[in-house]
């Protein structure tokens, strides 16, 4: 059986790409649940998988998280890694799938939840909002919070890989991929044709795909009035090679293949890393 990848709600589970994509395992309700039903399940998916990935929003309920923490140290495994990076929830529902498409391949599963920080680089995430009065997670300058005040504004915003605000008009852009990508699109309570009709052709988007707004991406954006939209690699071939290009090491903890200088499973750094934590 290939490492599970789960996810915290069935919104985030995409739909496959291909016929080699592996369904994403949902852990629905988990922080209602009973707590040894919530165990039991989750040691039934290391028993038969070996390890699990759980790709979890910076922004899901504090009782998810605190219940997914628990769950690890009530199993005492090392075999559970959480992974959190800072996307917003479509973006992080497109790299999820991406882990599910990598997981039908003979990658080790320290190195398949190495590749997530990797493949987050390749993410272009951002939206189109109606306000950016709550808007948190992106710099907003007071310029653009009087702006929110006048009725019928729109703003385009990118929160990964770098911030960037523009009002929407006849002249706005972003920066976007300097590679071939795809495009996921969301609609909440907002109406534009911005993205399809003028970003998504600045940015020579090979194909454009619409998808549910995650449940958590109100919050995450500080509005309900909005589109959101994602940018990334569809081909598992790129994938594979970007992954597979990427010089691998053992965890000098837990003995686990990895990339990058991290053990997802065990948290720990490499020696070289931590050398250069304590003496810079």
Same mark, same amino acid.
């Given at each position: 059986?290939?490492?599970? /990848?789960?996810? &915290? ?7 496959? +790409? ?26 039934? +998916? ?40 800072? +996307?917003?929830? *479509? ?15 003979? *990658? ?10 990797? *493949? ?53 852009? *972003? ?19 911005? /993205? ?26 500080? &509005? ?8 990334? +690699? ?9 992954? &597979? ?10 003995? /686990? ?24």
């Amino acid at each position: 059986m290939p490492t599970a /990848i789960a996810v &915290t709600g069935a919104d985030m589970a995409l739909p496959p +790409l291909d016929e080699r994509t592996v369904p994403a395992v949902v852990l629905k309700d988990l922080d209602r649940q009973p707590l040894d039903q919530a165990l039991a399940a989750l040691q039934q +998916l290391i028993d038969q998988c070996g390890h699990v990935i759980v790709v979890c929003s910076r922004v899901v309920a504090p009782g998810v998280e605190r219940r997914l923490h628990t769950i690890r140290s009530l199993l005492e495994s090392d075999r559970i890694a959480f992974f959190r990076p800072d +996307l917003p929830p *479509l973006g992080l529902a497109v790299l999820a799938r991406q882990l599910r498409q990598l997981a039908s391949c003979d *990658l080790s599963p320290g190195v398949l939840a190495s590749a997530g920080r990797l *493949l987050t680089h390749y993410i272009h995430a951002g939206a189109v909002l109606g306000s950016v009065t709550k808007l948190d997670r992106v710099p907003v300058g007071l310029k653009s919070h009087a702006k929110s005040w006048v009725p019928g504004s729109q703003f385009g915003v990118i929160a990964h890989p770098e911030p960037q605000l523009v009002r929407i008009g006849p002249e706005a852009s *972003l920066s976007g991929p300097e590679f071939a990508t795809s495009m996921l699109v969301a609609k909440g309570q907002l109406q534009t044709d911005w /993205i399809a009709g003028t970003l998504a052709p600045a940015w020579n988007v090979q194909g454009l795909r619409e998808a549910p707004l995650p449940v958590e991406s109100a919050l995450w954006w500080g &509005t309900p009035k909005l589109v959101e939209f994602c940018t990334f +690699l569809p081909d598992l071939s790129v994938l594979y090679q970007l992954v &597979t290009s990427v010089r691998q090491s053992s965890c000098h903890w837990c003995g /686990i293949d990895v990339i990058g200088d991290r053990c997802v499973f065990c948290s720990a750094t490499s020696p070289l890393e931590q050398h250069q934590l304590t003496t810079g």
